[in-house]
């Protein structure tokens, strides 16, 4: 099976760097997703990685380590905006789809 | 816009009535998830198919839930008979394998 653990919650400032982070153990393993939810809406997909190290995307990276198995997500120059639950996710065998428990993060003034 | 769309959005319900969902996939994906989002639990996947054959449905209470995807434009969850305890938000998902997952907007499920 798969699980996959973060934080429940992160704070911090505008303008801050935050990581949040994943630790999975699974049976198979196909690369770390990451989504980003507002609340009240739906998961939409931030990025995904196959390999190790690190696969940037604006403000955001991400950062895979399949020998330690782990892996964090990287939001710099912070928002208000920003204020959301993220999840990790990985496939499994088969393509199944599994989410990490969730990281609810608040970004302050 | 391609988008995955799902009915009702809003759904209350009273306790032993049945419950039908349904999602329209984003023409061309071949995967198909549903998820039950819930404070307690997070975003639990109940089943899943893939070029409309579905693969796992280990995740749903096999007694109530049922989920079939007749067709490449319908996915469908029932749930018969629906307890309180299934109040949730229930998604669809789309996607390529489980590469970039497209989410519809959910449906709200609430049973009295």
């Known amino acids: 099976g798969q699980s996959l653990e973060q934080p429940s919650e992160v704070t911090a400032v505008e303008g801050a760097i935050v990581q949040i982070n994943c630790t999975y153990q699974t049976s198979g393993f196909y690369g770390l997703s990451w989504y980003q939810q507002h609340d009240g809406g739906a998961p939409t997909f931030l990025s995904y990685n196959a390999l190790d190290g690190l696969e940037e995307t604006g403000r955001f990276s991400s950062f895979l380590s399949r020998s330690d198995s782990y892996g964090y997500l990287l939001l710099q120059e912070l928002q208000m905006k920003d204020s959301a639950s993220y999840f990790c996710?990985?496939?499994?065998?088969?393509?199944?789809?599994?989410f990490g428990t969730g990281t609810r993060l608040q970004v302050t003034l | 816009d391609a988008r995955v769309t799902q009915t009702p959005r809003d759904k209350v319900t009273e306790m032993g009535q049945e419950v039908t969902m349904r999602c329209q996939p984003i023409l061309g994906h071949n995967t198909v998830f549903w998820y039950r989002q819930t404070m307690m639990q997070g975003l639990e996947l109940l089943a899943y198919?893939?070029?409309?054959?579905?693969?796992?449905d280990s995740g749903m209470p096999k007694d109530r839930f049922s989920a079939e995807m007749p067709d490449a434009t319908l996915a469908t969850l029932k749930i018969q008979p629906s307890e309180p305890r299934d109040s949730a938000v229930y998604f669809c998902?789309?996607?390529?394998?489980?590469?970039?997952?497209?989410f519809g907007e959910g449906s709200r499920l609430t049973v009295l």
């Open positions: 998902a789309s996607g390529f394998d489980a590469g970039e997952l497209f």
């Open positions: 198919f893939r070029n409309r054959a579905p693969l796992d």
């Open positions: 996710a990985s496939p499994g065998t088969a393509s199944k789809l599994t």
